[in-house]
């Protein structure tokens, strides 16, 4: 007996047409815009295209398809960063960082602000462990910013009393304030202002 399918039955699994990275994409924005506890299910599905069991399916729950938009962003809007230390100075370093972010937290047709700073900035005890591994996810970036700088200092383009730690930690800092202001509307202009203002004083070459 012919076992195959009859003609215009409906196939059962996940549409030929699935794309997971545009997936993630769509459930990266949701988070990014509203957080991981402001980001509801229904809203994840909806913007990812498809149902809770096939989320589960392939993401797995909640928390663990916010940790996969955090790793998608990482690699996606942060890929500037592995450059940017690399850049010859650390004057070209700083402000490839900061113009970069600025670029990343204002970019028009996604979500302002960063998704690292404010997914799980204010949350619950049992969002708590995701918070902690997205404030694990700045110190490891502010680490690698001060031991590039003070490999500058070595290398004599730092002054040598220059305090690599402070400065990696003043640069960390300035890039949170201008997530938390391009979330709030500010412009890319108002943050180029602020950048400006920041290599005006830099102690680097």
């Known amino acids: 007996m012919d076992k195959s399918p009859r003609p215009g039955?409906?196939?059962?699994?996940?549409?030929?047409?699935?794309?997971?990275?545009?997936?993630?994409?769509?459930?990266?924005?949701?988070?990014?815009?509203?957080?991981?506890?402001?980001?509801?299910?229904?809203?994840?599905?909806?913007?990812?295209?498809?149902?809770?069991?096939?989320?589960?399916?392939?993401?797995?729950?909640?928390?663990?398809?916010?940790?996969?938009?955090?790793?998608?962003?990482q690699s996606t809007r942060m890929d500037f960063c592995d450059a940017a230390l690399e850049a010859a100075t650390s004057r070209e370093v700083v402000e490839r960082l900061l113009r970069?972010?600025?670029?990343?937290?204002?970019?028009?047709n996604s979500p302002h602000g960063c998704l690292g700073t404010s997914g799980a900035l204010a949350c619950g005890d049992e969002a708590r462990p995701?918070?902690?591994?997205?404030?694990?996810?700045?110190?490891?970036?502010?680490?690698?910013?001060?031991?590039?700088?003070a490999r500058a200092?070595?290398?004599?383009?730092?002054?040598?009393?220059?305090?690599?730690?402070?400065?990696?930690?003043?640069?960390?800092?300035?890039?949170q304030g201008m997530a938390v202001q391009a979330a709030g509307g500010a412009t890319r202009g108002q943050l180029y202002r602020t950048i400006d203002f920041v290599m005006a004083a830099w102690p680097g070459k």
Do not use: I
Request: proline share 5%.
């Open 9 to 73: 039955r409906p196939r059962t699994g996940r549409p030929r047409t699935f794309d997971e990275d545009v997936a993630l994409d769509r459930a990266m924005e949701v988070f990014w815009e509203k957080g991981y506890e402001g980001s509801s299910l229904p809203e994840l599905t909806a913007a990812m295209g498809m149902n809770r069991p096939s989320l589960y399916a392939v993401f797995g729950n909640k928390e663990a398809l916010f940790r996969r938009a955090v790793e998608r962003y």
């Open 100 to 108: 970069g972010s600025a670029d990343a937290q204002t970019c028009p």
């Open 130 to 149: 995701l918070r902690d591994e997205l404030v694990a996810l700045r110190s490891a970036r502010e680490d690698r910013l001060r031991q590039r700088l």
């Open 153 to 175: 200092v070595t290398e004599g383009d730092l002054p040598a009393h220059a305090d690599a730690a402070q400065l990696a930690s003043f640069v960390a800092t300035v890039l």
